[in-house]
């Protein structure tokens, strides 16, 4: 009986701030949950995640043409904000030309998806169904 007025109680309100808030910024769903630690670590890791990627002269997919750029692209908004500022300021190369940018962009793509899992995670969090 008290499991089940916890779900009441949590259903309350706006349940999906914390999905749309964790995929725009990394992290953010868990901090409005007050979840102080996952929300930093999940921060951190996809922030670097992102930035190693980058670093990596990883692509970010702007379009996608065949299935596998579908993936991608996919995968990359996941990222939520920091897809947008990087095709806002230009970055990501546009074709991998180094051995590295092949892992900067599979790189890049896990910290969007880990950024999806992260949002979903946040969202069961603010529901009640996970605890």
């Not at 065949?66 to 897809?83: M, Q, R």
């Amino acid at each position: 009986m008290a499991a089940n007025d916890n779900k009441q109680a949590a259903a309350g309100g706006f349940v999906y701030l914390p999905l749309i808030a964790g995929w725009l910024v990394p992290g953010a769903g868990h901090f409005l949950l007050r979840k102080w630690g996952r929300g930093t670590l999940l921060m951190l890791s996809i922030l670097c995640m992102y930035v190693l990627g980058l670093a990596m002269q990883g692509k970010v997919y702007s379009s996608a043409h065949e299935i596998l750029d579908v993936l991608g692209f996919a995968g990359d908004l996941g990222n939520g904000l920091l897809y947008i500022v990087s095709r806002i300021l230009g970055l990501g190369a546009d074709s991998v030309q180094v051995t590295t940018a092949d892992w900067g962009t599979r790189f890049i793509v896990v910290a969007g998806l880990l950024n999806v899992i992260s949002a979903v995670d946040a969202h069961n969090l603010r529901t009640g169904r996970k605890a």
